[in-house]
């Protein structure tokens, strides 16, 4: 069982971190800055390990093996992220949403560019310790409309990334009855719902900074 738990803010309540979903080609704008057309059929969906997991005021980490850096291209992806409370069991997806979070699906994009071009997986890229920091989650009931909220991303002040979710390709409601139909939902899941455009390198000492619309924020930074 994982140890890693985040807080729920403005209750005395913690958040055990189950699995960790993420979906990929969520925002055309982003899709194409990485020099594709079409959005794909079906979800793409990647896994990440609940070690992955980070809170406000952790450091993003490279791992190192055989005392080298595994990657020279650490990459911030700034994601609405779903808390799940509960398993699913009549037909309203949303029941089983216990919050929001915003995080940042750390990739190392150089290993990922590799796996991509072999046809390999991304784990690596995508799941190393260190990869999913989040923030604390806001309860559902704060928040009136998650298919039209608004979430930044951050680089050393910067705004690097800025989008409503009303851009998503594939709505919060698809996402979740896709994976529930394929994988199970489970109460400590967390989503992440895919980066817009506006990702980029970060390098050692770069603060990275998040928020969900007025309600949260999440800062961490680059060992
Ligand atoms: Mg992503």
């Known amino acids: 069982?994982?140890?890693?738990?985040?807080?729920i803010k403005a209750v005395n309540?913690?958040?055990r971190v189950n699995n960790i979903f993420c979906i990929g080609k969520n925002y055309l704008m982003h899709i194409k800055e990485f020099g594709g057309k079409?959005?794909?059929?079906n979800p793409v969906i990647f896994t990440k390990p609940n070690s992955a997991i980070i809170s406000d005021g952790e450091e993003v980490v490279i791992p190192e093996y055989n005392g080298r850096k595994i990657s020279g291209e650490l990459h911030y992806e700034t994601e609405l992220v779903v808390a799940i409370g509960k398993e699913l069991t009549g037909d309203n997806i949303s029941d089983c949403i216990k919050g929001?979070?915003?995080?940042?699906d750390m990739t190392l994009r150089d290993v990922q560019d590799e796996a991509k071009q072999k046809g390999l997986p991304w784990t690596t890229a995508k799941g190393f310790r260190t990869s999913a920091p989040v923030s604390d989650i806001v309860l559902k009931h704060e928040i009136i409309n998650p298919d039209n909220i608004n979430f930044m991303g951050f680089v050393n002040g910067e705004l690097k990334q800025s989008v409503n979710t009303s851009e998503?390709?594939?709505s919060i409601n698809e996402i979740l009855k896709y994976i529930d139909s394929i994988f199970s939902l489970?109460?400590?899941d967390l989503i992440f719902t895919g980066t817009p455009a506006g990702v980029g390198k970060v390098k050692s000492g770069d603060l990275l900074e998040a928020s969900l619309v007025n309600l949260v924020q999440l800062k961490v930074r680059v060992s």
Do not use: R
């Open 1 to 7: 069982m994982s140890n890693k738990f985040l807080k």
């Open 13 to 15: 309540e913690t958040f």
């Open 38 to 41: 079409e959005p794909e059929k």
């Open 100 to 104: 929001y979070a915003v995080g940042f």
């Open 168 to 170: 998503m390709i594939i």
């Open 186 to 188: 489970q109460s400590g």
